[in-house]
T-cell receptor, first 115, second 113 residues
Framework: DAGVIQSPRHEVTEMGQEVTLRCKPISGHDYLFWYRQTMMRGLELLIYFNNNVPIDDSGMPEDRFSAKMPNASFSTLKIQPSEPRDSAVYFC?????????????FGPGTRLTVT | AQSVTQLGSHVSVSEGALVLLRCNYSSSVPPYLFWYVQYPNQGLQLLLKYTTGATLVKGINGFEAEFKKSETSFHLTKPSAHMSDAAEYFCAVSASGTYKYIFGTGTRLKVLA
C-alpha cells in the first residue's frame, strides 16, 4: 500500500498568497484528518472528515483556512491569504472505521513557510 | 475534556541505558492512550496503544507502556536504548469511541554513543 500521500512536501510562499495543500488517503479509508504542527503549539487537529463530510472543524484557526474533500481519494487544505504565522508542518492522516479502536495513519507532511 | 502532559521536552540517554518517557493524561471518560514516534522529516508512526484489557502493552521496536489509572499515567519504556531510537515521541489520548486525538507536546529523545 502506498500510504497517505501529501503534496507538495515543501512550500514557500509570500504573505498574502493563496496556498493549497493536498492529501490522498489510503484507499478504502473513510476518515481523513488534517493536523498542524508548530514548535509553540505542538500537534493540533484542524478538521476531520467522514465519508467526505466535515465532522468537526473546531480546530480550524480562522476563516482564512478552508478544507474540502470532493471525493474519497482527495482532500485539500487551503489558506487564503497566507500569513507568516501559518508557517508550520501540516499533516494529513486517514483511518478506517471498524469495531474497536481505529488507528490513524499519517502522511509525511507538508512543510509550509510563509515569508 | 481531555489533555496530555509530557514531562521533559528533551531526554538524553546513553546507548544501552533504560529509556523512560513520561506521559500523564486527564480524561473525564475512559481513555484510549497512544504513543507515536516521529523520525526526522517523516510523519507519525504508531508505537503502541492502550484501549481496554491488559494495562501493560507492548509495541514495536521493544517499547512498552503501562496504563496506571490511579496515577493517570502512561509512561513509555524500553530496557536498552539503541541509536536508531533517536526521534521525537508523542503521547496522545482520545475518548473511547471517538476519532479526536489530543497530542502532548512531544519529547525529543537523544541517544548518546
Amino acid at each position: 500500500d502506498a500510504g497517505v500521500i501529501q503534496s507538495p512536501r515543501h512550500e514557500v510562499t509570500e504573505m498574502g498568497q493563496e496556498v493549497t495543500l493536498r492529501c490522498k488517503p489510503i484507499s478504502g479509508h473513510d476518515y481523513l484528518f488534517w493536523y498542524r504542527q508548530t514548535m509553540m503549539r505542538g500537534l493540533e487537529l484542524l478538521i476531520y472528515f467522514n465519508n467526505n463530510v466535515p465532522i468537526d472543524d473546531s480546530g480550524m484557526p480562522e476563516d482564512r483556512f478552508s478544507a474540502k474533500m470532493p471525493n474519497a481519494s482527495f482532500s485539500t487544505l487551503k489558506i487564503q491569504p497566507s500569513e507568516p504565522r501559518d508557517s508550520a508542518v501540516y499533516f494529513c492522516a486517514s483511518s478506517l472505521r471498524g469495531t474497536g479502536w481505529k488507528e490513524q495513519y499519517f502522511g509525511p507532511g507538508t512543510r509550509l513557510t510563509v515569508t | 475534556a481531555q489533555s496530555v502532559t509530557q514531562l521533559g521536552s528533551h531526554v538524553s540517554v546513553s546507548e544501552g541505558a533504560l529509556v523512560l518517557l513520561r506521559c500523564n493524561y486527564s480524561s473525564s471518560v475512559p481513555p484510549y492512550l497512544f504513543w507515536y514516534v516521529q523520525y526526522p522529516n517523516q510523519g507519525l508512526q504508531l508505537l503502541l496503544k492502550y484501549t481496554t484489557g491488559a494495562t501493560l502493552v507492548k509495541g514495536i521496536n521493544g517499547f512498552e507502556a503501562e496504563f496506571k489509572k490511579s496515577e493517570t499515567s502512561f509512561h513509555l519504556t524500553k530496557p536498552s536504548a539503541h541509536m536508531s531510537d533517536a526521534a521525537e515521541y508523542f503521547c496522545a489520548v482520545s475518548a473511547s469511541g471517538t476519532y479526536k486525538y489530543i497530542f502532548g507536546t512531544g519529547t525529543r529523545l537523544k541517544v548518546l554513543a
